[in-house]
């Protein structure tokens, strides 16, 4: 924090998936809260294995559904929503969201992509009439949840190296696509650049030492660093049938990559 | 089904994840169970929703994790691997991946990413001991799960121009690399390109049956059809580092395309 030009106090969301407490993964969301804290911010943390958190949706998520229909969960949770009849639970962590400035996702790398508890999470509270739909916004860039900020802090086992750009199990963004394009820039949130800890099996406490000070640091980014330049669906560069238009990538850009604005 | 050249019986995990029974996803696995035992083979249904799928790996999971010590999921895994003891509901699962000699995926596409219920399936299921680590083989091609074939099938809303190659939610097969590369891949399977059908929901009865007659088309290919050509870390194409080596790639290749041999 600059204290010549204090920042406005925020909101912010931890959302920290791993079942045991003394965990890795729980020292990461300790250190952010009481960091973001310390800067004057206000901090909610959603940790859901303390929560007991139901991963899994289904009929009883939607109060009303009549037990002999068939669950078409898009117009179920329409309804629901509208209705204020989704369960409470559901309700609980959507008032979360509503009232964040900024989400923050904690979680290990579980076979490439997050824990089902906290993919379980996104399942469940992201309904369609809450986080994308037509009643609440276009996707990509206008939809219902714009103006937040988000962050993913993640903990892999892997090298770095493995991760690179030409790693074998793929950029640590393009894993991530699904995460920071799909669920957050699909429904209008603002996503940074993900914060990784890697080689995370086994952590001598000097590279602990090391991993929170490049954390702190990218939590006091987290409203003015310069976030992931997707391509907006709605700035003239993709046809009606959602295809980016010809031409308008460098060069030499090709995969998910297209989908990013080229840096300046 | 060539009655000239008899296809060898083979056995056949379908794993399941819709909570409806009415389903287009159930539809689909009760089409391939019935279409692969028409042919000759043996098929298993694990229907995740019906079975009550516990989805959130915990301390529970490995029988003999002292509830005083923190949990190191891979080294609880192991242990309880190859001591036997791992919950029952685990264990019957890999009883049904070893017997197997393909697993077929069967879900909807849920925030770019497989339902919770499914991700907690392989969360549990592929523990370091069983489906990785060093006691039963390397990573990526010669991984402990070799010889079987996979295949996703997959249900999504978007249209199929969204998931082309310009499409804004990036190719389906950049959208899947987690799971065709990270999970199937890497743990020695094959796996095929997957089978989807888009706009699912609204299906009218003509796209349906349009649908069952693709996907019979690929059912029949399980077993014949050419795979995905990752490249094998073992094949001389990465360094040390588990990086790319330069210039082995076509031109202009970018992005997880690196992770492709060029076709013939």
Redesign the interface.
């Given at each position: 924090m600059n204290e010549a030009t204090p920042q406005r106090q925020k909101k912010i969301l931890v959302v920290s998936a791993h079942?045991?407490p003394?965990?890795l993964n729980a020292a990461l969301t300790t250190f952010a809260a009481r960091h973001l804290r310390a800067a004057g911010h206000e901090v909610r943390v959603s940790d859901l294995?303390a929560m007991k958190?139901k991963?899994?949706?289904?009929?009883d998520d939607t109060l009303d559904h009549p037990a002999d229909q068939?669950?078409?969960?898009?117009a179920a949770h329409e309804r629901a929503t509208s209705a204020g009849r989704l369960a409470s639970d559901i309700a609980a962590e959507q008032e979360k969201v509503r009232w964040s400035d900024a989400v923050i996702l904690q979680f290990?790398l579980?076979?490439?992509?997050?824990?089902?508890?906290l993919?379980?999470w996104?399942?469940r509270v992201?309904t369609y009439g809450f986080a994308h739909g037509p009643a609440v916004g276009p996707p990509?860039s206008e939809g219902a949840l714009g103006g937040r900020r988000a962050l993913v802090s993640v903990t892999a086992?892997?090298?770095e190296?493995?991760f690179?750009d030409?790693?074998?199990?793929?950029?640590l963004t393009?894993?991530l696509?699904?995460v920071q394009?799909?669920?957050f820039w699909f429904t209008g949130m603002t996503p940074l650049e993900p914060f990784a800890v890697y080689g995370a099996?086994e952590l001598p406490k000097e590279r602990f030492e090391a991993a929170k000070r490049e954390y702190g640091r990218r939590l006091d980014g987290l409203f003015t660093d310069a976030p992931v330049p997707f391509?907006s669906?709605v700035g003239g560069d993709?046809d009606h049938?959602?295809?980016?238009l010809p031409g308008v990538e460098a060069e030499?850009?090709?995969?998910?990559?297209?989908?990013i604005h080229p840096r300046g």
């Open positions: 079942p045991d003394r965990s294995h958190w991963a899994v949706l289904d009929a068939r669950l078409h969960v898009l290990p579980w076979w490439f992509a997050m824990p089902a508890i993919k379980g996104f399942d992201f990509y086992g892997a090298r190296s493995s690179s030409r790693g074998i199990h793929g950029r393009d894993v696509h699904p394009h799909g669920l099996n391509r669906l993709y049938d959602m295809r980016l030499g850009t090709a995969g998910l990559e297209l989908h």
